[in-house]
């Protein structure tokens, strides 16, 4: 059974930190792209972070840059996504998502649609 499973969320005051984890069962990361998106009540996902199969490109998006950092560990099994500085506004269900790349790892995807697998989502509250 394919699977995908997020951890890490909780409550955490400005300025702190997070680290989430996304382990894999079921298949093998090694040739998926994976992405981090987000969704806070009232609006629509976003993206947050996403990284290439190869651990070779990362991207981030804007309000994030400087302080997330994504990475991964294929014998693992398992990306991460490291949060610091957090502000209110990162607050959300994280969810991670895993894409096929076929071979053509230098090709991220970055919209939602584009990813066949995802968690089941895990809240992240900050808040003083």
């Known amino acids: 059974q394919v699977q995908l499973v997020e951890s890490g969320g909780g409550l955490v005051q400005p300025g702190g930190s997070l680290r989430l984890s996304c382990a894999a069962s079921g298949f093998t990361l090694d040739d998926y792209a994976i992405g981090w998106f987000r969704q806070a009540p009232g609006r629509e996902r976003e993206g947050v972070s996403w990284?290439?199969?190869?651990?070779?490109?990362?991207y981030s998006t804007d309000s994030v840059k400087g302080r997330f950092t994504i990475s991964r560990d294929n014998g693992k099994n398992t990306v991460y996504l490291q949060m610091n500085s957090l502000r209110p506004e990162d607050t959300g269900v994280y969810y991670c998502?895993?894409?096929?790349?076929?071979?053509?790892?230098?090709?991220?995807?970055?919209?939602?649609?584009?990813?066949?697998?995802w968690g089941q989502g895990t809240q992240v509250t900050v808040s003083s």
């Open positions: 990284i290439s199969s190869r651990d070779i490109l990362k």
């Open positions: 998502a895993a894409a096929n790349q076929d071979g053509s790892w230098w090709i991220v995807p970055r919209r939602d649609f584009e990813y066949k697998y």
